[in-house]
């Protein structure tokens, strides 16, 4: 699995936009970027994926950058619960729905 | 609706006991995966079932942990001769599919082993 680079941990205040990055340069052209965070006790939580395009949904935006070898998740104005370890996963698009997590970002958004 | 279920939510066990763990997928997901926790880290990648069979089973640790999905809708993960690195958090998910892009994740059964 190609691998990913997060920042270990991140800080934001309430109601500010959020800029999480990942680089991931060894990625190859049929992998996936998805993005899962997980809050204290509970499992992970899908947020968003995408391939060459940016893609926004309700949760978050995802900003590809245009050699897709980096991406930023962008959370538009943080709140209290989006406290959370951030994951930036590739998935490659044959090999099904298995993800490979690292360590992820912990973001911390102060009040 | 229901979400991904797993039971038991804790489970305390002695070193060299035998342990089962449940996970109850959304129904109409064809797709079940487990993953193990441990404090400070990413979730690691155990085995996938599509349907009844384990379509990748490259994750398990060793010999001792087993999966089963015997009618392509409850798993359970089994663990023999627990050892005490075997704690950890066993997170089951479950996806509509093969490729479907998002995986729904269980809270997690929390096993430690004295």
């Known amino acids: 699995d190609a691998k990913t680079t997060q920042p270990n941990s991140m800080e934001s205040n309430e109601e500010e936009p959020v800029h999480l990055p990942c680089n991931h340069s060894t990625i190859s052209g049929t992998d996936y970027i998805h993005w899962y965070r997980q809050l204290p006790s509970q499992g992970p939580e899908y947020v968003i994926h995408g391939l060459t395009s940016n893609v926004n949904n309700r949760m978050a935006s995802l900003a590809i950058a245009e050699d897709r070898k980096s991406s930023t998740l962008i959370l538009h104005r943080a709140t209290l619960r989006d406290a959370a370890v951030y994951y930036c996963i590739l998935r490659e698009e044959t090999s099904g729905s298995r993800l490979t997590f690292g360590e992820g970002t912990q973001l911390t958004v102060n009040p | 609706g229901a979400g991904v279920s797993q039971t038991p939510s804790n489970k305390v066990t002695e070193k060299g006991k035998y342990v089962e763990l449940r996970c109850d997928p959304i129904s109409g997901h064809t797709a079940l995966y487990w993953y193990r926790q441990s404090l400070g880290q990413g979730p690691e990648f155990l085995i996938y079932?599509?349907?009844?069979?384990?379509?990748?089973d490259s994750g398990l640790p060793n010999d001792r942990f087993f999966a089963v999905r015997p009618e392509g809708s409850v798993s359970t993960l089994k663990i023999q001769r627990t050892e005490r690195g075997d704690s950890a958090v066993y997170l089951c998910?479950?996806?509509?599919?093969?490729?479907?892009?998002?995986?729904?994740f269980g809270e997690g059964s929390r096993l430690t082993v004295l």
């Open positions: 079932f599509q349907g009844t069979g384990a379509a990748d």
């Open positions: 998910a479950s996806s509509l599919g093969f490729r479907a892009g998002e995986l729904f």
